[in-house]
């Protein structure tokens, strides 16, 4: 069967679940079940402004996910594409999981006519990173947020 990415369904559920627990594990956070159930629906649902999402299955194993947003940005017309999550197994990572999956959402925005696909990862997420800097351009650009 080999590697596919292809639109999350109410079916993958579980592994869905699964998979995004372990994501937000690896950035040492948690959330309360509630936000699992509401960004499943939202992932699954009609609103085009809303989260999309992916699965990658190796051999028929759902074995990584992504979610995107398009949002309007105020120096293009276009909307963007933000690619929120990407997570693959660590039993997978290196096998082209990753890059299947960003090139995916890259896809997606081609066809939606969005000029550009952006993400962040933390500083000490190493292996990631040997990837982005394959595929992706790094920016100058640093985050802060709203103080607790």
Same mark, same amino acid.
Do not use: K, M, N
């Given at each position: 069967m080999g590697l596919i990415v292809r639109p999350l369904t109410r079916d993958d559920g579980p592994h869905w679940s699964a998979l995004w627990r372990s994501y937000l594990a690896f950035y040492e956070t #948690? &959330?309360?079940q509630a936000v699992y159930d509401t960004y499943f629906e939202r992932l699954l649902g009609n609103d085009s402004q809303d989260f999309q999402g992916l699965i990658a299955e190796l051999d028929g194993t759902p074995v990584g996910l992504t979610h995107y947003l398009f949002h309007r940005h105020g120096w293009k017309i276009e909307d963007v594409c933000y690619l929120q999550?990407?997570?693959?197994?660590? #039993? &997978?990572?290196?096998?082209?999981?990753?890059?299947?999956?960003?090139?995916?959402?890259?896809?997606?925005?081609?066809?939606?006519?969005?000029?550009?696909?952006?993400?962040?990862?933390?500083?000490?997420n190493a292996d990631a990173r040997k990837l982005y800097d394959r595929i992706g351009t790094v920016t100058p650009f640093i985050k802060y947020a709203r103080p607790a």
């Open positions: #948690e &959330v309360p999550d990407l997570y693959a197994t660590p #039993e &997978v990572r290196g096998r082209g999981v990753g890059r299947a999956l960003i090139e995916a959402v890259y896809a997606a925005a081609d066809e939606s006519g969005a000029p550009s696909v952006y993400w962040l990862t933390q500083d000490f």
